[in-house]
């Protein structure tokens, strides 16, 4: 089999990378499994709760569910913010990541979900099914908690514990 070089194409190549960042702290403290929603709202509470306009992250996780790293998704405005499945999977795939928490916050400081934001997770799960990455949770934050997609049954979610290998597959 030959072997075949990007050059050989005609127009523009491009080439993606992920380039791991190294955090502010001293490294010495490791971040923990995420066991559940109030886990997930813990890791990402200080960086959503104050915010003036809606930020979505992604909590990127291992087998374990232990995260990777944390993925800004958007920023929008007041009380929107434009979230497509491309811009929160793709660092998922990058940093060969098998599952992930959405987290967005509500300026209002209310973390009732919209209709929107119903509508935008069941889209996700859907596209992270397609993709086998496990769509653990989509947390809501506001000033006084959070809301879990997941704890309310917004839509059917796999257990919180990611299976070793996705229905359907063999080793």
């Known amino acids: 089999m030959e072997r075949l070089y990007m050059s050989e194409f005609p127009g523009t190549r491009y080439r993606t990378c992920w380039v791991k960042e190294e955090s502010d702290s001293d490294g010495s403290k490791q971040p923990r499994a995420l066991h559940c929603s109030k886990d997930a709202f813990e890791y990402v509470k200080a960086g959503l709760v104050d915010m003036d306009r809606e930020v979505m992250v992604s909590i990127l996780l291992d087998t374990k569910n232990v995260p990777l790293g944390v993925n800004l998704v958007s920023i929008g405005d007041l009380n929107s913010a434009v979230v497509h499945p491309r811009e929160v999977f793709k660092p998922a795939i990058l940093a060969s990541a098998r599952g992930l928490v959405l987290a967005h916050n509500h300026p209002s400081g209310d973390p009732g979900p919209s209709s929107e934001d119903r509508q935008l997770t069941i889209r996700l799960k ?34 919180f514990e990611i299976p070793l290998q996705p229905k359907g597959t063999q080793s």
């Open 126 to 159: 859907q596209s992270a099914d397609i993709l086998g990455i496990n769509l653990l949770d989509h947390i809501i934050v506001g000033r006084e908690g959070y809301h879990s997609m997941r704890d309310s049954g917004t839509i059917d979610w796999r257990p």
